[in-house]
Nanobody
Framework: QVQLQESGPGLVKPSQTLSLTCTVSGGSITADYYYWSWVRQPPGKGLEWIGD???????NYGPSLNRRTSISRDTSENQFTLQLSSVTPEDTAVYYC??????????????WGKGTRVTVSS
């Protein structure tokens, strides 16, 4: 049974870089055809897909944050990491990592972490 767990600081100051790690257990992040995503939900708003990293190691970023986002992985630790630079209070959100299943004509997130709340404030 695949499980994901987010970790990282709960408070980040404006202009700094937010860094979160997702630790995956019960399955390998290099397993064929799986992608590993980051999603966030600001207070009172809907879910926003930030980006993902493929089983090949190739990252893919959403249009709204791509200039500030970097997603990488550590296969030896079975972890993948989100870095979001130059944060502002608008980046305050609950951040989730999730496994993505992708194939011809379909793509969905099937396993989610519990989420971690990040507040951007001085």
């Amino acid at each position: 049974q695949v499980q994901l767990q987010e970790s990282g600081p709960g408070l980040v100051k404006p202009s700094q870089t937010l860094s979160l790690t997702c630790t995956v257990s019960g399955g390998s992040i290099t397993a064929d055809y799986y992608y590993w995503s980051w999603v966030r939900q600001p207070p009172g708003k809907g879910l926003e897909w930030i980006g993902d990293i493929a089983y090949t190691g190739a990252p893919n970023y959403g249009p709204s944050l791509n200039r500030r986002t970097s997603i990488s992985r550590d296969t030896s630790e079975n972890q993948f990491t989100l870095q979001l630079s130059s944060v502002t209070p608008e980046d305050t959100a609950v951040y989730y990592c999730a496994r993505t299943v992708s194939g011809p004509g379909y793509r969905y997130l099937d396993v989610w972490g519990k989420g971690t709340r990040v507040t951007v404030s001085s």
